[in-house]
Nanobody, 123 residues
Framework: QVQLVESGGGSVQAGGSLRLSCAVF????????MGWFRQAPGKEREGVAI????????YYESSVKGRFTISLDNAKNTLYLQMNSLKPEDTAMYYC????????????????WGQGTQVTVSS
């Protein structure tokens, strides 16, 4: 059973930075894609950043392009999301996810989710 354990969330002022980490346990082979999704109160879940584990190609939601960077350290079995120039609208619960079939940005084919880590950005 694959387990995803996130860490690194917290509270920061606008303009600040945070790095989220997602440790992957219990897998036999890497997922096809891994990514970070977020959901703010009253809003739908959205894909923030996704990475193909084989090709290392990436997708970023338009509002985070140039500010967030997704990366995968295969040696440490850990997925990262470096978030710079944070804005209050980035406030949400962030979830790590693993997809063994596709790289869909809507998250509807995700096989495994982490428990989530809260990111709060104050103005």
């Amino acid at each position: 059973q694959v387990q995803l354990v996130e860490s690194g969330g917290g509270s920061v002022q606008a303009g600040g930075s945070l790095r989220l980490s997602c440790a992957v346990f219990g897998y036999t082979y890497l997922p096809y894609c891994m990514g970070w999704f977020r959901q703010a109160p009253g809003k739908e879940r959205e894909g923030v950043a996704i990475i193909s584990t084989s090709a290392s190609s990436t997708y970023y939601e338009s509002s985070v392009k140039g500010r967030f960077t997704i990366s995968l350290d295969n040696a440490k079995n850990t997925l990262y999301l470096q978030m710079n120039s944070l804005k209050p609208e980035d406030t949400a619960m962030y979830y790590c996810a693993a997809d063994y079939r596709t790289c869909r940005v809507d998250g509807n084919s995700i096989n495994y989710w982490g428990q989530g880590t809260q990111v709060t950005v104050s103005s």
